[in-house]
């Protein structure tokens, strides 16, 4: 995987800043919405995080609804705030393969994911009161799986809900793995695992409740235990694998989930379609993130990072080999 350049001309989109933006479909939730959703959230601290903002000439720049998901994600933090900002831009500047590309309607490799995994939210809240993602493969053949493709649609994902619902109090993912195979896994890699386990542990800014892993075949245990030496002991312990829905529904309402898993919220594919509209309906949003919201290394304080400062040497994770 190649570093950006110094004018981050590894996305298609950032070689002209010339993208006529409709700004009606950009606007998100406010920061008055989010100051009456979080009475811990303190205008001091956004202005005092903007402040630092502005002394850091490689960032671009960055929207105050922005700046209090960061604080909230740090539980008003500063510091650990700070350097969620700094991962989150560097992060997304130095993987061009998960987003660079997010063209929902142009890109031929996201759109030929759409049609192998759905990803989407579930209606309703848990009894703890976190939003709830549910994901599954919708092909069992692994030829049409790419990991790193699904990857991006799955930040993809989270990107929108955060756009459009703002702060939360956690999140929630559920995994139907009865489609994932070893074929599967013969398709992954451990460089696009660490990569994407970087970037949910030091980046995203969410509160990463739980996740449940429902109809596991052995391949997915596999795949856990490849990404373990890259997790936190706190996301390790936060995984859980259930062989029914009784042992699920102690954690989350079983009614929120698709027809084809036991609960009520209607199918899969429909379910896939209202988020891919969502995808399309928020394409210029992910034009314009591409264009604007990355670092510039030319400006950035000491020594450039590259991809390798941040991930290691790539050479080191090429392929796996399945016997």
């Given at each position: 995987?190649?570093?950006?350049?110094k004018?981050?001309s590894?996305?298609?989109?950032?070689?002209?800043?010339?993208?006529?933006?409709?700004?009606?479909?950009?606007?998100?939730?406010?920061?008055?919405?989010?100051?009456?959703k979080?009475?811990?959230l303190?205008?001091?601290?956004?202005?005092?995080?903007?402040?630092?903002?502005?002394?850091?000439?490689?960032?671009?720049?960055?929207?105050?609804?922005?700046?209090?998901?960061?604080l909230?994600?740090n539980?008003?933090?500063?510091?650990?705030?700070?350097?969620?900002?700094?991962?989150?831009?560097?992060?997304?500047?130095?993987?061009?393969?998960?987003?660079?590309?997010?063209?929902?309607?142009?890109?031929?490799?996201?759109?030929?994911?759409?049609?192998?995994?759905?990803?989407?939210?579930?209606?309703?809240?848990?009894?703890?009161?976190?939003?709830?993602?549910?994901?599954?493969?919708?092909?069992?053949?692994?030829?049409?799986?790419?990991?790193?493709?699904?990857?991006?649609?799955?930040?993809?994902?989270?990107?929108?809900?955060?756009l459009?619902?703002?702060?939360n109090?956690?999140?929630?993912?559920?995994?139907d793995?009865?489609?994932?195979?070893f074929?599967?896994?013969?398709?992954?890699?451990?460089?696009?695992?660490?990569n994407?386990?970087?970037?949910?542990?030091?980046?995203?800014p969410?509160?990463l409740?739980?996740?449940?892993?429902?109809?596991?075949?052995?391949?997915?245990?596999?795949?856990?235990?490849?990404?373990?030496p890259f997790?936190?002991?706190?996301?390790?312990?936060?995984?859980?694998?259930?062989?029914s829905?009784?042992?699920?529904s102690?954690?989350?309402?079983?009614?929120?989930?698709?027809?084809?898993?036991?609960?009520?919220?209607?199918?899969?594919?429909?379910?896939?379609?209202?988020?891919?509209?969502?995808?399309?309906?928020?394409?210029?949003?992910?034009l314009l993130?591409?264009?604007?919201?990355?670092?510039?290394?030319?400006l950035?304080?000491?020594?450039?990072?590259?991809?390798?400062?941040?991930?290691?040497?790539?050479?080191?994770?090429?392929?796996?080999?399945?016997?």
């Open positions: 995987m190649a570093a950006f350049s004018d981050n590894s996305c298609k989109y950032n070689r002209t800043c010339k993208i006529r933006i409709s700004m009606s479909v950009l606007k998100g939730i406010t920061l008055e919405e989010e100051m009456k979080n009475p811990q303190k205008l001091s601290d956004v202005q005092s995080l903007r402040e630092w903002c502005e002394k850091q000439p490689h960032l671009p720049k960055i929207e105050d609804s922005f700046l209090a998901l960061f909230h994600s539980y008003y933090q500063m510091e650990p705030t700070k350097n969620t900002i700094e991962n989150y831009y560097t992060t997304r500047t130095h993987l061009p393969d998960i987003f660079c590309n997010r063209d929902s309607l142009q890109e031929k490799g996201l759109q030929q994911n759409f049609k192998t995994l759905a990803i989407f939210p579930l209606n309703g809240l848990t009894k703890d009161g976190y939003k709830m993602l549910f994901a599954t493969l919708l092909e069992s053949d692994p030829s049409s799986y790419n990991q790193n493709n699904s990857s991006k649609h799955t930040l993809m994902l989270i990107d929108v809900h955060l459009l619902d703002g702060t109090n956690g999140y929630v993912f559920i995994i793995a009865s489609k994932f195979s074929g599967h896994i013969a398709r992954s890699n451990l460089l696009g695992i660490k994407h386990l970087y970037y949910i542990q030091e980046a995203a969410i509160r409740k739980e996740t449940h892993i429902i109809n596991a075949a052995p391949a997915a245990e596999l795949l856990l235990n490849m990404g373990k997790m936190k002991s706190e996301l390790i312990d936060t995984i859980h694998f259930h062989s829905l009784e042992s699920l102690k954690y989350i309402p079983v009614d929120a989930l698709p027809n084809e898993t036991g609960g009520k919220a209607g199918s899969v594919h429909k379910l896939a379609e209202i988020q891919e509209k969502k995808f399309k309906d928020h394409r210029e949003w992910f993130d591409e264009s604007t919201r990355r670092v510039n290394e030319a950035r304080i000491g020594k450039s990072k590259t991809v390798n400062d941040l991930f290691g040497i790539e050479g080191n994770f090429k392929k796996l080999d399945i016997d």
